[in-house]
């Protein structure tokens, strides 16, 4: 199971933290997969844009991979038992655990002026959609790290409580570390709110692409052989390992050891395989998000198959509480 908000276009961290696995996990497991609308609120976002953000991110999905066909794609606000778990969940999170966690605190830096008790449970609703089909393998970012072992304290708490009735998730990328794709400019992750310069969306037209890959961060200093590699520099191997060539890689890998690399041409060379590797995506997508008759059936599908799972979780999880006297 996992989870996308729909707060603006998705973009490259998106898709190598989180998408790409859904894609490959769609052929092993029962994958649940739903975008987050009521996570979006937390944000305050204008809800005039709403619709539009939500069939945009389904479509996106879609372009990068999902068959609705073979994994639930599916509306958070259109299963109401996830806020009655969210609820249940509430009564065995802690303020002070959530005052401390990294994501609350950087909205707190970031939004002063709305530091809601929304943002403060957020890991608790994140909890409550992992759970609400008991499921052990969670496809995200590095990001997700912490939210994912605070799913997992809720899990024990309420399995000690009341009764086993949740395994207890785990962040998942195939046996591998999770993956954290840096931004262009060298400070932090991509990400869709923070400069919209340094992040790659997968609705970036070509030149956008190339624009904004030739304005990445790299070194300013003189380089000499054997030189160290800055981080910003780090960060450009890091995401032209997404989608270039692993020779190619090498090859400016070893061009830097030299002291050698014209970092114009390694630029140029991944707005290109950039360029490549978006277009596809993007064209899928824009064609998907205009058949709205299409959306509309994938949404129906996603809402009936997921309500099911949510109605059997939620029939137990009040039978273990003892919230049934009849
Ligand atoms: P969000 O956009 O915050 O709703 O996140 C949706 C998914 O994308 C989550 O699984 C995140 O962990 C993942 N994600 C977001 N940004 C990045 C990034 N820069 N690198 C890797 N994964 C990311």
């Known amino acids: 199971m996992s ?22 996990m769609q052929d092993e497991y029962d994958c649940y997969f739903m975008v987050a609308d009521w996570h979006s609120l937390t944000t305050h976002p204008d809800t005039k844009e709403l619709r539009s953000s939500v069939l945009r991110v389904l479509a996106e999905n879609i372009a990068a991979g999902i068959d609705p066909e073979r994994a639930c794609l599916y509306l958070q606000s259109q299963i109401p038992e996830i806020a009655e778990l969210y609820l249940l969940l509430n009564m065995l999170a802690y303020k002070g655990e959530l005052e401390k966690t990294n994501t609350f605190k950087e909205k707190v830096r970031l939004q002063p002026e709305n530091v809601n008790a929304g943002l403060l449970t957020y890991p608790v609703l994140q909890a409550a959609d992992i759970m609400i089909h008991r499921a052990k393998y969670v496809p995200v970012g590095k990001d997700q790290e912490q939210h994912l072992e605070m799913a997992r304290n809720f899990a024990q708490r309420f399995n000690h ?166």
Not at 3 to 24: C, D, E, M, S, W
Request: glycine share 8%; proline share 4%.
């Open 161 to 326: 409580r009341y009764g086993e009735l949740f395994p207890e998730p785990a962040a998942f990328n195939f046996g591998k570390e999770l993956v954290k794709v840096p931004s262009l400019d060298g400070a932090g992750k991509m990400s869709k709110s923070e400069n919209q310069y340094a992040t790659l969306y997968l609705a970036d037209n070509d030149d956008m692409i190339r624009k904004k890959v030739m304005k990445a961060k790299t070194d300013t200093g003189p380089i000499k052989e054997n030189s160290e590699i800055p981080e910003t520099v780090h960060n450009l191997f890091l995401i032209m390992s997404l989608v270039t060539g692993k020779d190619v890689v090498m090859h400016y890998e070893e061009e830097h050891k030299k002291g050698a690399i014209r970092y114009a041409d390694m630029k140029k060379q991944l707005a290109e395989d950039m360029v490549k590797f978006i277009t596809p995506i993007r064209e899928k997508a824009e064609s998907i998000y205009h058949d709205e008759k299409y959306l509309k059936q994938v949404v129906e599908k996603g809402r009936e198959k997921a309500g099911k799972s949510a109605g059997e979780t939620i029939r137990l999880a009040r039978e273990i509480i003892r919230l049934k006297y009849f």
């Open 3 to 24: 989870g996308i908000r729909p707060t603006g276009f998705l973009h490259l961290g998106n898709y190598f933290g989180a998408l790409q696995n859904y894609v490959r």
